[in-house]
C-alpha cells in the first residue's frame, strides 16, 4: 500500500477544504453529502454521540448557525492507498478559549469522497 500517493492527497486535500467551507457557511446539504449515507457511519460530537446517517443529518439540522468561524491548525492528511484517508485537525474559535480537535476517516465510495467516522472533541488550551 502507498501512503501518500501525490494525486489522493490533492483529491482528500480538496473535497476536505469544501467540507471545512461548508461547515463554516452552515452548508447543510454540501455537509450531508459529504457523509456516507449508511447506518454504519459514525459522528462523535463534542456533546453527542451519533450513530447512522439519519442522526447525522437530524443534528445538522437543529445545529446553531452562527458562531462557526474557526481557524484550522496542524492539519495532517494521510492516505492509504487510493481510497482511505485519515484528517485530523485542531481549530480555535473567536473568543474560545478551547483547542478543538477533528478527526475523520474518509473513504471513496462510487459517488467520491465520504467521511464514514468523524470525533470533534474540545479540549483546555
Known amino acids: 500500500m502507498e501512503i501518500n500517493l501525490p494525486d489522493v492527497v490533492a483529491e482528500v486535500t480538496a473535497v476536505f477544504e469544501q467540507y471545512e467551507k461548508a461547515l463554516i457557511e452552515n452548508d447543510v446539504e ?8 449508511d447506518p454504519r457511519v459514525v459522528r462523535y460530537g463534542a456533546g453527542e454521540n451519533l450513530y447512522g446517517y439519519d442522526q447525522i443529518a437530524e443534528f445538522r439540522k437543529s445545529r ?6 474557526r481557524t ?10 487510493t481510497d482511505l484517508a485519515t484528517v485530523w485537525t485542531e481549530f480555535l ?4 478559549n478551547r483547542v478543538g480537535r477533528q478527526s475523520q476517516v474518509w473513504t ?3 459517488e467520491g469522497w ?5 470525533h ?3 479540549m483546555d488550551a
Open 120 to 122: 470533534v472533541s474540545f
Open 30 to 37: 454540501v455537509l450531508d453529502g459529504l457523509f456516507w449515507n
Open 93 to 96: 474559535r473567536p473568543g474560545v
Open 108 to 110: 471513496r465510495q462510487p
Open 72 to 81: 484550522l491548525r496542524n492539519t495532517v492528511i494521510t492516505t492509504h492507498g
Open 64 to 69: 446553531p448557525s452562527k458562531g462557526l468561524e
Open 114 to 118: 465520504r467521511v464514514v467516522a468523524a
